[in-house]
């Protein structure tokens, strides 16, 4: 210390403080032994010289903002006083932690930023008891997190490297909806291109009876509610099949005319049918889709496989709509809560399965 | 305020490690930031055994095991038991991580186990070891086996169930009841359990059936605290009256995690 800051000092500081600089600017004083409590600070004040006066105040690092800096310097406070006992301890850090989660977030971050692990310890677990047995619905609400999965990921297949029968019917049971999905995908596209199609046929229609006047804007509106109606319809539809008839119901005899032979033509051909819209997506989930269910079938007799499929149909309609999170803990969790054998007798494995998930 | 702006991954990681396997799982389906998060290893790894390396490495599992990434090397271990170099048999509870164990009937102390017309080795297909015990005939039964705590998960209370089966032609044990015991050595002995092992149909039947189609016992349980340099001990006998004792086949003793819920 320099002889101007000597002289400075007044008799009654003679405690020594540490100086602080928060992100926002503000400078604050600290006790020594509480700061030093923080190993960032510590580092900071013995390898660096740093924070023994106003002009060398330490800056901390941007996760930690003045409010945060109080409470974690309330907790240096406390804990670093040497005879305390563990009960005492215990006790404060209980009443310390009730905050609110946004809170418990931001003192995490600042406390790991300061590198002071036994309040991350303190924090991070009372955040785990805030989420564990949440749905996740819940736990989105409680962190703010966009549902931005799309349902293709959640139905990524599992990888089975147990050859575990579950994660085999699992895996079916998700390409099954990954086809139905594309399916549903694939009618969207067939709407916009038979709209195009409608266009241009209505149109020459049009120019042909009327000779280019003024009702084509009449005929477009008409028009696009019946896009709406069609596509509230598909909305409404889980299989593809029901989409198909709704298609051929539309009251509009043009529509009929022009695009049942495209739909039919689209979904017969199935799998191997590609829109120009989604070309490599579906390249890349046929050829998944081929995989998985090589992968699946190679062993499987056709009867073996019907059973399974109903196996598989059946599984599907008992888990209803928060099936890809269910999924993943049936999956994962099932009911087992002894050791099991799998013996590779295929009915019998896949009957208790089944029983098992009848609860 | 997103979670995933305010907190390092690492923290995120931190706190679904805190959670439990099941919690893991449900969080990788939240957003994109957190599947990732929740599948990766550093929260997996959280859920193994701390001596997960030491397991595979002494034991008949192919080390490629340890390649894998940690959440499925977990479920391969909650779905696969592991036959370690002497004989024992690890596997994870899945809900939990803590390990179940079991003790084979070859690691077992059998009172004349070795000598042919007293016991005998066989193979049973539905039984995790390749051998198994039977018996052919003694006059008193006396069963041991001993684990080191450090092989169990510590923290815990653990149930230890007598894994065996009874053969049609079996004597001795209908109206002989056989004690059972386990304690940690040191400590004062706990209960000591008397159980008839076939009881006639009109009796109360205290073992249970397992799911493999062996039949279970408890013989006790234990606290597995942090300090486990010691071991535990179990015992089974019968030496108070002599008879004839014939068709028991003893697989094992199997350790389990106690949960308050069952039973």
């Known amino acids: 210390m320099s002889e101007v800051d000597m002289a400075v000092i007044k008799p009654e500081m003679m405690k020594s403080y540490i100086w602080l600089q928060t992100a926002d600017g503000s400078i604050q004083q600290v006790e020594q032994e509480v700061a030093m409590f923080c190993p960032m600070i510590c580092h900071e004040v013995i390898q660096k010289g740093m924070g023994s006066s106003k002009n060398y105040a330490i800056s901390l690092p941007q996760r930690v903002n003045p409010a945060m800096l109080s409470l974690i310097l309330d907790y240096c406070r406390f804990h670093q006083v040497p005879g305390r006992s563990n009960k005492e301890r215990k006790s404060f850090d209980e009443k310390f932690i009730r905050m609110d989660t946004k809170r418990l977030c931001e003192l995490t971050s600042a406390a790991d930023s300061l590198q002071l692990k036994p309040l991350v310890d303190l924090t991070s677990r009372a955040l785990a008891r805030i989420i564990e047995g949440k749905s996740p619905e819940e736990i989105r609400e409680i962190f703010h997190l966009p549902d931005d999965l799309t349902e293709e990921e959640k139905l990524e297949p599992l990888k089975n490297t147990t050859d575990d029968p579950r994660i085999r019917l699992l895996n079916r049971l998700y390409a099954k909806k990954r086809k139905e999905l594309k399916e549903r995908q694939k009618l969207k596209n067939i709407e916009v291109e038979e709209e195009r199609v409608d266009d241009r046929s209505v149109d020459d229609l049009l120019s042909f009876i009327n000779g280019d006047n003024g009702d084509s804007k009449g005929i477009k509106n008409s028009k696009s509610k019946k896009k709406n109606r069609r596509r509230k319809d598909q909305q409404k539809n889980t299989s593809a ?119 | 305020m997103e979670i995933t702006k305010v907190l390092p991954d690492d923290c995120i990681s931190l706190i679904i490690s805190l959670t439990s396997p099941r919690d893991a799982c449900r969080m990788a ?38 390649s894998l990434p940690k959440k499925d090397l977990y479920f391969t271990l909650c779905y696969h038991p592991i036959l370690s170099h002497n004989g024992d048999m690890f596997q994870l509870e899945k809900e939990s991580g803590k390990k179940w164990y079991m003790v084979g009937a070859r690691a077992l102390s059998i009172q004349w186990v070795d000598t042919p017309r007293h016991w005998t080795w066989i193979s049973l297909p539905d039984s995790r070891f390749c051998r198994v015990a039977k018996l052919k005939n003694v006059g008193r039964l006396e069963i041991k086996g001993k684990v080191k705590l450090n092989t169990l998960s ?46 006639p149909r009109n009796m109360p039947q205290q073992a249970k059936e397992r799911v493999d189609g062996w039949l279970e016992i408890e013989m006790g349980e234990f606290f597995n605290g942090f300090e486990n340099d010691r071991t535990v001990e179990f015992s089974l006998r019968e030496d108070h009256d002599d008879q004839p004792k014939r068709g028991l086949i003893v697989q094992g003793i199997e350790l389990r995690p106690k949960h308050k819920n069952n039973r």
């Open chain 2, 29 to 66: 389906l939240l957003s994109h930031a957190f599947n990732s998060i929740a599948d990766s290893n550093a929260v997996w790894q959280m859920f193994l055994p701390l001596d997960y390396i030491h397991i595979i490495s002494n034991s008949s599992s192919p080390p490629s095991l340890l």
């Open chain 1, 241 to 359: 099949n029901e989409a198909i008839k709704n298609h051929n119901k539309e009251p509009n005899g043009l529509n009929q005319v022009c695009c049942s032979a495209e739909v039919g033509q689209t979904v017969r051909a199935g799998v191997g049918a590609t829109s120009n819209l989604h070309d490599v997506e579906d390249d890349i989930f046929d050829n998944k889709n081929e995989l998985d269910d090589g992968d699946i079938d190679d062993e499987i007799d056709p009867a073996l496989k019907e059973k399974i499929d109903r196996e598989v149909e059946d599984f599907a309609r008992r888990l209803n709509s928060d099936w890809p999170e269910r999924m993943q803990e049936i999956l994962s969790f099932g009911h087992e809560r002894k050791p099991v054998h799998f013996s590779l007798n295929g009915n019998g494995s896949l009957r208790r399965y089944a029983n098992s998930e009848q609860r």
């Open chain 2, 154 to 199: 510590s923290n815990t209370n653990y149930e230890a169930y007598f894994v065996f089966k009874l053969v049609r032609d079996r004597y001795g044990f209908r109206h002989t009841p056989v004690e059972l015991d386990v304690s940690i050595e040191g400590t004062a002995a706990g209960e000591v359990r008397s159980v008839i092992l076939d009881p």
